[in-house]
């Protein structure tokens, strides 16, 4: 049977050639800055005057952290009872206020490290910020759980320390696990941050040195280790780079799961749920961003930093922050799906309580900043408008403020025994104790944008496209025909080494 | 002055510039000699002729170390040292023993992945004849340089010197020792 169809068709049904689409290439430095102003730029934030406006919010920030201060120091000489949380509630604020801590650090090490495997070059300017934000969230977190032990100058009991009882720790509860997470991730935070600052310490070194400063040039040359830039260094830095990024991965993933099997170990209803671990993670990367627009926004703006934080790096930020948000939503629906699902009394009780208990406005805070705000950020228009971004950022922020508050407190407040239900109510001395941790992160966040550089230099000029040593024009001397077989060529590298031996 | 100089030093003005340039000077048979960029250049390894960093094998030989750490030390502590009876689990296991074996390995490989680094560099330096070149400081800004070191067998401060002309280098200058 010959088919009509065929003989007619002249042209075939594949094209004979498809032309690649070009798409264009993000714009990662505005402007097409060079390397030069690239330094210049980040260097004169630290060499600079002191602006004033540094100054009256350094005195805030101090003032605000006062309050944390005060109110450990009343804790201190008095007791625990001070602060608001008694049985059954025995898990208050301060718990809280630790997780709500430790999740904003989570963006700071998911844009250094995970951004950094996948390759998203746009966290160059954000990343180094974002991981000073990090070690900061991380100090402010550490306070709550070291003082809620009771008697904080035994605190060292948490580590695995001879102590005169000659009785170890318990490794099998999630709380000691806790202990190493959070150290774990506070020391790892620090030498990342830390290393990937070295070639931009060398820079403020041997700008400082000459201008004439010398002893600001000692100080950033001593921790710059004497840092020269040799590639043979390179090498081995951005190796080193790469591993700690690698481990660090594992490693934000796996606090936060630490943290969440606090609950998720435990037998409360509304805690003792395996969706516990990805939906904390998600939730910590969430408000992580919130925290990192609402830091980054105003610092973009005082600083002029528009090429190097760009309408790109917002969208960007403002898309994760819906997705994991997006995230955080599914988690809340099927948290009540389970609890329908799993047909145990004490869980559907504990869900239809959260939501419609004595703290049923703080779930609907919760569920309206966690999940309704970041709908916003389907829309260009609004990620276009710092300034809605940026206050939708702190909505965020507080939303996940109030999911640990939710989490924690309505389950605990109302579990099996209704004859043993309670209401929590912070005290003064809760509310001066968080509220001062603002001020304890803003005081080292600024002294951080005075005295360390803002952004990763040597990263940042390292995606400009004149980086790329083949995407230049030909000028002629050195030209050798290599470009075109790639950047990576391990073969020519051995090739040439072996040459070298057989000279010698 | 009578003290032999470090090293020919040359001025590059871009990355592809200096990337062509290493690459002459590795065919050339140079062992002693170094590039220096404000940022890793793409590609500057093979251009140079650099085998694979070896960090990665001390930073695995620190997570096992990491890894067996955690496990003996809660076998010790709980199950060995002082028995301890907690809800009528195991003295050991290594399920529970997992979490912090596990972050355990992560800040032991951390700390052998910086260190190693930094031994690997042969850093801390904080005196270095290349540091002492006046316009050193725009190698951490924006300009890239090459040097060939004096202790290199084919050394030769006339034949280094034209070498390093011909493949574009400008203001070419001998490093004080």
Partial sequence: MSSPVQSTVEEPAILREVKPTVLPRAVLVGHGRD????????????????????????????????????????????????????????????????????????????????????????????????????????????????????????????????????????????????????????????????????????????????????????????????????NR?????????????????????????????????????????????????????????????????????????????????????????????????????????????????????????????PYWWSYWIMISCNVITPQFFWFKKVRNNTSLVWILSIFVNVGMWFERFVIICTSLARDFLPSSWGYFSPTVVDIFTFFGTFGVFSVLFLLFIRFLPLMAMAELKAVTPQADPHAEPHTGHGATGHDLTGPARPDQGAQGAQGVHSHG | MAEPAYGLIATFRTPGEVMHAAEQVRDAGYRKWDVISPFPIHGMDGAMGLNRSRVPRISLAGGITGFCTGMSMIFYMDAFDYKLTVGGKPFFSPMFAFPVSYELTILFTAFATIIGMFVLNGLPMHYHPVLNYDQMRRGTDDLFFIVIEAADTRYNAANTRALLEKIGGSEIAELEA
Wanted: proline share 5%; glycine share 8%.
């Fill in chain 1, 233 to 357: 260094h390179w090498s081995n830095y951005e190796m080193a780079y790469l591993i700690l990024a690698g481990i660090a991965t594992p490693l934000v993933l796996s606090v936060h799961t630490i943290v969440s099997f606090d609950f998720a170990v435990s037998l409360i209803p509304g805690w003792h749920t395996t969706i516990f671990p990805p939906y904390f993670v998600a939730g910590a990367i969430f408000s992580g961003f919130g925290m990192v627009l609402t830091l980054m926004l105003p610092l973009r703006a005082i600083y002029k930093l528009e090429d190097l934080i760009t309408q790109y790096h917002i969208d960007c930020m403002c898309k994760i922050t819906l997705a994991t948000g997006t995230i955080v939503g599914y988690a809340y629906a099927m948290e009540f799906f389970i609890a329908w699902y799993g047909s145990n009394p004490y869980e559907g009780f504990a869900f239809i309580n959260r939501a419609f208990g």
């Fill in chain 1, 35 to 230: 390397f030069a102003w690239i330094t210049d730029k980040i260097c004169s934030i630290v060499e600079g005057k002191t602006p004033v406006w540094w100054w009256w919010c350094f005195a805030v920030a101090c003032f605000i952290a006062s309050f944390t201060v005060a109110g450990i120091t009343y804790l201190v000489s008095t007791g625990v009872g001070v602060w608001g949380h008694r049985s059954p509630v025995n898990w208050g604020w301060p718990i809280v206020n630790f997780v709500f801590w430790i999740g904003i650090g989570h963006a700071g090490t998911l844009i250094s490290a995970i951004l950094c495997l996948l390759r998203q070059k746009w966290r160059t300017s954000i990343n180094r910020p974002a991981e000073a934000m990090t070690i900061f969230a991380v100090v402010c977190a550490g306070i709550f759980p070291v003082f809620h032990v009771g008697r904080v100058w035994y605190a060292w009991f948490l580590f695995p320390l001879p102590n005169s009882n000659e009785i170890w720790q318990n490794y099998r509860s999630p709380l000691e696990w806790d202990v190493f997470a959070v150290s774990t991730y506070g020391t790892v935070s620090v030498l990342f941050w830390y290393i990937g600052m070295i070639p931009d310490l060398a820079t403020l070194r041997d700008r400082f040195a000459a201008a004439g400063k010398k002893t600001r040039a000692w100080l950033y040359g001593f921790f710059a280790m004497g840092w020269r830039g040799s």
